[in-house]
């Protein structure tokens, strides 16, 4: 079970840039990947980036990869991802979620999400 925090979205124009927060809670959640997936209106909701359980190795999809980094701190279990160069594409819902295990490569399986999420919305 966990508990999460997340804030920073809303309406930005292409080009520009936003930064989102998350802050995690739960008795296992310290030990866990973390990361970030997103829901466009009327499409399945796909990964975006993660990072592992001491901060160190990031992944990101095609899709952002450049353009976003995420970043860990782990003493207070908070991610947060700074969205640069923003496009009317990236404009969905954005949710932090959790894997258990200390890696983060998504290939390895799923991240699930927990929370209500945070709005991006890119205008062009």
């Known amino acids: 079970q966990v508990q999460v925090e997340e804030s920073g979205g809303g309406l930005v124009q292409a080009g520009g840039s936003l930064r989102l927060s998350c802050a995690a809670s739960?008795?296992?959640?310290?030990?866990?990947?973390m990361g970030w997936l997103r829901q466009a209106p009327g499409k399945e909701r796909e990964f975006v980036a993660s990072?592992?359980?001491?901060?160190?190795?990031?992944f990101y999809s095609d899709a952002v990869k450049g353009r976003f980094t995420i970043s860990r701190d782990v003493a207070r279990n908070i991610i947060d991802l700074e969205m640069n160069r923003l496009k009317p594409g990236d404009t969905a819902v954005y949710y932090c979620?959790?894997?258990?295990?200390?890696?983060?490569?998504?290939?390895?399986?799923?991240?699930?999400?927990w929370g209500q999420g945070t709005q991006v919305t890119v205008s062009s």
């Open positions: 979620a959790t894997r258990p295990g200390l890696g983060a490569d998504p290939s390895r399986g799923q991240f699930i999400s």
């Open positions: 739960g008795r296992t959640v310290s030990l866990t990947a």
């Open positions: 990072v592992d359980w001491n901060g160190r190795d990031t």
